[in-house]
């Protein structure tokens, strides 16, 4: 076609031209390790010296993961089967596993009645399928419900005693709801907050305990009681942290928009809260829970030492939290909430249906980073006497059976930590590509 | 009310505007701090009536028209839309809100939902419309602005003059009795200004009250009843606007249309 325009200016493309698939060099496994271990001298050097490291690094763990006893009663007994097998003549590096598997429920539950071990597996059963509706959109909705009514299936599990209790405490939520659409029926939408809010903390203060006895009369379901006390190892950790981040997030939410209030008082006590939980160490709040909470409550009142450190793990959390909420409020551009005013939206259905979506979205990795965060710190609470993983490990070690073994132990606890928090990172990057809609 | 004109004006006929109040802004005037952005304004905006607001920039007229459903407060005078006065009582406020569609220069929709999504959230939320009767009648506005097809998709796939004609469909869905366009057109390429005049050109002939803030002069010729040119926070000059364009009064006026027709 271009020997009759070769020797004119004036061009007209009459076929446009296929899309076609690269050559064969720019693909594949060796275009690939060419372009990124080989691509010159220095970075051969780099990729040996790489795999240099790498082969030091497992030429010392797989042996000693790989020569592991797994069945033994103490620590000298681990190193006897050791020598049978591999001989005296030279040290052979070895883990003695057994710890684990001889201690794997105190690990795992603590002290918790050793019966009674169904009660927290139907717990985290429970939990799990609580999990579904929230954090998978091919769940249904409907099961919300089911969500809703897990927190007190999976306490009553835990703790066990009447089912009143649990039951006189979601009537506070029920009640909560009633005052808000009856606050909202006949007078503002500050009158329903504030009745949403006062309603069900008298409520809880002056009548759960009748309520829990007259349900406990009627409907006589009970399993058998589990003190705080008893609770322990990883199954510990495990409440804390879920707790903590269940709780935590809402009351995030709540200060970053308190924080960015018109409203002097809310705005003020927004940012004093954030300010003062953020500002202080965990540990001394933990500290404040175990000891001086005593001095501040009436005496003879026992309020659980688990109970009020979930509380305070969860107040620093939220302080957290609502900063990180904040950015992502801040990064929202001013247009959505003029296009939300400007359809007539009110402030809480904007914020509701617009503003939170998006804010909680782009602010997914930093609140991923505080759950995590939040989840590891509950280790702290050894500090107070509670029997955490590593409350346990050091109960262990103390055992004259198991003295003298360490790495076994702190690797098993670091692999249960790490699989929690690799969960978490996973989901919230599966979190971020569903929610993607900036492309087709 | 605004349904039935929709249907049934056509061309001439909905040109004709009835002397029925729709907006009344009496001796308004605003202030950013210190700064006196809007002074003394006075205007009266009777149903059916197209707008066209202009001036050079910083002259107020986005201010002006983003006080009509208090995006911003004045605080000086009365605004009355609708025959309700604009207040700190935040139910009127909604109320008016609710009445009163806008559409932005960024287009301002939401990310995060689908463009059918978009059009049904306010009906079902503040109308308490059925969704099924909101998703058909925003069926019928994307329809309207010619893309139904794209109801699915989401804003961040559909270019400037598409997601500008969402923004349409999705405030007129909430039957707004008045439209406000504030710079429609000044974010979009050359190609696609036009799609979205030409909706905008269909609305007025539906006769929808309209204020738009624009330079698109043609436009303001070919629709308008009335042009009216602001500068410093005041109203300079209003006519209709063949007198205007043909024989502006004020010097500052004339200053302005040389340069924005001139090349």
New interface residues.
Partial sequence: MSDTHAHTVAYVRDTMLPPEVPPAAERGVIRWMRANLFSSWFNVLLTILGLAVLWSLLAGILPWFWNSVWVADSLSECREIRDALHGTGEEVSSACMAVITERWNQLLFGFYPQDLYWRPVAALIVFLAALGPVLFASVPRRLVWFTAAAPFLMYWLLWGGSIGGPLAVALGFAAAWGAFVLGSRFSGALAATIGAIVVPLLYWLLLTGPVAGLIGAVIPIELQFVPSKDFGGFMLSFIIGVAGIILSLPLGILLALGRQSNLFIINKCSIAFIEVFRGVPLIVWLLTASLLLNYFLPPGSNFDLMLRVIILVTLFAAAYLAEVVRGGLAAL?R??Y??A??????YW?AQR??IM??AL?ISIPGIVNTFIGLFKDTTLVVFIGLLDPIGMSNAIRADTSWQGINWELFVFIGLLFFICCFSMSRYSQHLERR?R???? | MADTAMETGTGAAAMKVSDEVAIQITDMNKWYGDFHVLRDINLTVYQGERIVICGPSGSGKSTLIRCINRLEEHQKGQIVVDGIELSNDLKNIDKIRSEVGMVFQHFNLFPHLTILENCTLAPIWVRKTPRKEAEERAMHFLTKVKIPEQADKYPGQLSGGQQQRVAIARSLCMMPRIMLFDEPTSALDPEMIKEVLDTMIELAEEGMTMLVVTHEMGFAQAVANRVIFMDQGQIVEQNEPREFFNNPQSDRTKLFLSQILGH
């Fill in positions: 551009p247009g959505q003029e296009a005013d400007a359809l007539g939206l009110d259905k249906l617009i979506p998006q979205k929610l809609t900036d492309h087709s």
